[in-house]
């Protein structure tokens, strides 16, 4: 059974940090581009950060323009972990963090996701 569990969401300060975790488990995770996306509300989901596999990508990394030089994605293969690092957090971060899995191959795709956890950037 294929999860993805999001966790470090919360309510935070203009200027503040945090933290999220994903933890997968039922799927080969070291073969898998693991991602974080987030919807904000009225607005589509979209790419927050990426990491590729290390072993087939090398570990890129890949940020959108909004998060560059403020967040740093991660992973931890041996615990199937990504990470996002969030810092120097503006109210226009404020939205639901997705963790995404996703691994290609030429016949077909795979990709899942987590049910999402809150962030709030709010004074």
């Known amino acids: 059974q294929v999860q993805l569990v999001e966790s470090g969401g919360g309510l935070v300060q203009p200027g503040g940090s945090l933290r999220l975790s994903c933890t997968a488990s039922?799927?080969?995770?070291?073969?898998?581009?693991m991602s974080w996306h987030r919807q904000a509300p009225g607005k589509e989901r979209e790419l927050v950060a990426s990491i590729a596999s290390v072993n087939i990508g090398g570990g890129s990394t890949n940020y959108a323009d909004s998060a560059k030089g403020r967040f740093t994605i991660s992973r931890d293969d041996a615990k199937n972990t990504v990470v996002l690092e969030m810092n120097s957090l503006k109210p226009e971060d404020t939205g639901v963090y997705y963790c995404?899995?996703?691994?290609?191959?030429?016949?077909?795709?795979?990709?899942?996701w987590g049910q999402g956890t809150q962030v709030t950037v709010s004074s």
């Open positions: 995404h899995a996703r691994w290609a191959t030429r016949l077909k795709e795979y990709d899942f």
């Open positions: 039922g799927f080969s995770f070291g073969r898998y581009v």
